[in-house]
């Protein structure tokens, strides 16, 4: 499965007259399908869903919210998923819980923001396989194997990667079969490249940046981005600021790491996943053991979706057409998961 790259946007054929650019950049993002592809606040039964308000205002059509990471047991992920699917279900008139890729169309047609669920890790499963299933029940849709250290499944990209283990050879089989799109975001080289070979089905980086843009271990080479698009996926630009180069997580930065990995993977082929929080981490008191203190030392900020209409302004000024940053923001996804859920 092969997706070729296409070239970069050319600077002179959209040429734009500066005072247009934001009313152009609100339309254009009223009109576009967003979809950020991955949340970064905390998944715990306790956090306060209301703060969904920043994505609804931003026009986010779709976002994928994280209920899961190697750092919690297996229940806590179930008692998350339980409070999470309560709270969503009581406000129908704004949100839709997404099983398909059309729920998505819809909810852009209703004025809704469409949601599914991702694990970070396979810690999540209990080592067990049938798990994989009941998350899907559930309405998880994407999954990566590992949290930046070694399990079960596979290597992490902070830690010795031992590369794919025999459960998580069972995991691509399975994430495939059942249409749970799979996730490298914070896999380790050897492992990421194990399983673009292994997978039947499109893969994606949902939040994570060229090493050119920052050179932190959580972003990637490019033999790992071109053998993620190779099966058909794509790279979700991730916003925080140590992964663009910015503590601060400027709209600045961010437009420049969509431009970068544009530049190093074709239009078709970049997607955006925000990782934006709420919540303030200071990562001097951080564990370790996910976040090693070399990598982890100063606080960063995270891009908030409040700053999409400033990023699509810049990308308008680098060049970009609206059918570049509706790719960019949205249809690339579709695409994508168009040809991966269930």
């Known amino acids: 499965m092969t997706s070729s790259v296409s070239s970069r946007p050319d600077v002179t054929s959209n040429a734009l007259h500066t005072a247009a650019l934001p009313e152009r950049a609100r339309s254009l993002l009223r009109d576009a399908l967003v979809w950020d592809a991955h949340s970064g606040f905390s998944p715990s039964p306790k956090t306060d869903l209301n703060e969904l308000s920043r994505w609804e205002k931003a026009n986010v059509d779709y976002l994928s919210i994280n209920v899961g990471f190697d750092g919690y047991p297996w229940m806590e992920t179930i008692r998350t998923l339980a409070a999470f699917r309560h709270w969503l279900e009581l406000r129908p008139d704004r949100f839709i819980l997404v099983d398909k890729a059309a729920d998505v169309l819809r909810a852009k047609k209703e004025g809704k923001m469409g949601i599914t669920f991702d694990l970070e890790g396979a810690v999540t499963l209990g080592g067990q396989i049938e798990m994989v299933a009941l998350y899907h029940r559930l309405g998880v849709r994407q999954m990566h194997f590992v949290y930046n250290i070694n399990n079960e499944a ?189």
């Open 154 to 342: 596979g290597g992490g990209c902070h830690d010795d990667d031992q590369g794919l283990t025999d459960f998580g050879r069972e995991i691509v089989k399975e994430a495939n079969r059942l249409g749970v799109l799979i996730d490298l975001s914070h896999v380790g080289y050897r492992t990421s490249l194990e399983v673009c070979e292994r997978s039947q089905k499109p893969v994606v980086y949902s939040h994570s940046n060229p090493k050119d843009v920052a050179d932190h271990p959580r972003n990637i080479t490019e033999e790992q981005m071109r053998a993620c698009i190779s099966t058909g996926g794509l790279i979700g630009v991730s916003g925080v600021g140590r992964m663009i180069g910015d503590l601060s997580a400027s709209s600045k930065h961010y437009a420049r790491a969509i431009d970068m990995t544009v530049e190093r993977v074709g239009i078709k082929n970049v997607g955006i996943g925000l990782d934006h929080t709420w919540e303030v981490f200071d990562d001097v008191g951080t564990p370790s053991k996910f976040w090693p203190m070399e990598h982890y030392q100063q606080s960063s900020k995270f891009v908030n979706p409040g700053q999409l209409p400033e990023i699509t302004e810049l990308l308008l000024k680098l060049g970009y057409g609206d059918e570049d940053i509706r790719d960019v923001f949205g249809a690339n996804y579709l695409r994508v998961v168009e040809r991966v859920w269930r």
